[in-house]
């Protein structure tokens, strides 16, 4: 799993960690980042899933991974003998959510007759294609050959369900996720329409590109973590001095990870309820 926050972020908000030793540091960071991701049962940062799911007894199908930022395609029949591949102009995507639901006017564009106001009841199978995660994703102009390359993409800047994002230097993209060339690349310039980064891999003209954009409480909840780890014996003196200790949850060696009230509550909201 990819880390939450780097190593600037967080000794913002524990300032102990910018004295820590960089590779100890940034041990810890994936470390409370595992942990984070496996307490919430989601993984954070935009990856491609290819999922296949049972029928729903609706018109409407609940994709398991949110936000969802980019859907592919929709294969309808897949595993009969002559699956439909569907595009996503065929479906309305509540983003947010994960719900995808036929338009009205998709029936006209498939190859068979196809009853959209069932939607999803009348098949026994439906195999979804999509890249999901807290980020953005955009796609490149132009194709992109391995080296440092200047990549022009679609957009520079923009907004993802009200939340603004924008290519800057430093940032950590993926090229291409869940296809054989994907990879990630740290963007070392940028102007007002193109970045620079090096690739391993080509290319081709409308490759994707995907940016992380991690909640703001998710990053503060993970620097909290990381506090706990360094600075366990303050903590708990503190903890005691406001009459906040209750029983021996605070009450933990130095060292040890622990996710306290205040950072369950922050996890809590994006947590992903087993059924």
């Not at 897949?78 to 959510?97: A, K, N, W």
């Not at 196809?114 to 796609?139: H, K, M, Q, S």
């Not at 909290?224 to 903590?235: K, R, T, V």
């Amino acid at each position: 799993m990819a880390d939450l926050i780097t190593a600037a972020y967080c000794s913002t908000i524990v300032p102990g960690t910018a004295n820590v030793n960089a590779a100890t540091l940034a041990a810890v960071i994936s470390a409370v980042s595992d942990a984070v991701q496996r307490y919430c049962r989601r993984n954070f940062t935009p990856a491609a899933y290819t999922e296949l799911y049972d029928s729903p007894n609706r018109p409407y199908l609940m994709l398991r991974q949110t936000p969802v930022l980019l859907l592919n395609s929709v294969t309808l029949y897949p595993t009969g003998l002559y699956p439909l591949v569907c595009t996503s102009d065929q479906f309305d995507l509540r983003p947010e959510i994960g719900r995808i639901s036929f338009k009205p006017q998709a029936a006209q564009s498939l190859a068979v007759p196809f009853p959209w106001r069932l939607g999803f009841r009348c098949l026994d199978a439906v195999e979804v294609n999509y890249i999901a995660g807290f980020g953005f994703t955009t796609t490149s102009t132009v194709s992109v050959l391995p080296g440092e390359q200047i990549v022009t993409p679609a957009a520079m800047v923009g907004a993802n369900i009200n939340q603004p994002w924008a290519i800057e230097a430093g940032a950590t993209l993926v090229i291409d996720p869940g296809t054989a060339v994907q990879e990630t690349v740290t963007v070392s310039a940028v102007t007002g329409n193109t970045f620079t980064a090096l690739f391993a891999q080509p290319h081709a003209v409308g490759a994707a590109i995907c940016g992380v954009q991690i909640p703001e409480d998710i990053a503060f909840a993970s620097a909290l973590a990381i506090g706990n780890i360094f600075n366990q014996p303050d903590l708990t003196k503190q903890r005691e001095s406001q009459g906040k200790t209750i029983g021996y949850e605070y009450l933990v060696r130095a060292g040890d990870l622990i996710f306290t009230p205040e950072i369950t509550n922050i996890l809590d909201r994006y947590r992903d309820t087993v059924v």
